[in-house]
């Protein structure tokens, strides 16, 4: 774990509409288990979150306009490189959110089936009622306990 949150520590600028950011403050990212401060990234400012959110807003019209199959297909490449990486993640999360290691190796494995249902079509933004996606996969939907 050691080696893979050294590398954590080179995370600097942001990425923003297609380019690399530079932001002028950092801040830590800190296990709460311990104090340590495992990465320092950006601290962006306004006009940096603005433009942030208007890349995203922007990039949306693109996605929206790619079929169910072509967004389920980005989508389970995504999956299949978080699945690849779970114990990268599992440990990243835990060192800094704290999470119990066992909980987050787990949670890589809860969100892949969301993915895919997204991408074809079947949990909501990315097109359909979002119910046959969520009831799928034991999603609650808003209101449901």
């Known amino acids: 774990m050691g080696e893979q949150l ?34 320092s990234v950006a601290d962006l400012s306004r006009p940096q979150i603005e433009a942030a959110v208007e890349a995203a807003s922007q990039a949306f019209a693109p996605w929206s306009g790619k079929t169910a199959h072509e967004r389920a297909a980005i989508l389970k490449r995504w999956s299949a490189l978080i699945m690849a990486n779970q114990e990268a993640l599992a440990q990243i999360m835990t060192a800094e959110q704290g999470k119990p290691l066992a909980e987050a190796r787990g949670e890589p494995g809860l969100v892949r089936p969301l993915y895919a249902a997204r991408g074809e079509g079947r949990g909501g933004s990315a097109g359909g009622s979002g119910e046959e996606g969520e009831a799928a996969h034991g999603v609650p939907r808003i209101g449901e306990g």
């Open 6 to 39: 050294m590398r954590m520590q080179d995370f600097g600028p942001a990425y923003i509409g297609g380019q690399w950011q530079s932001s002028e403050r950092q801040f830590a990212v800190v296990n709460p288990a311990t104090g340590e401060a495992l990465a």
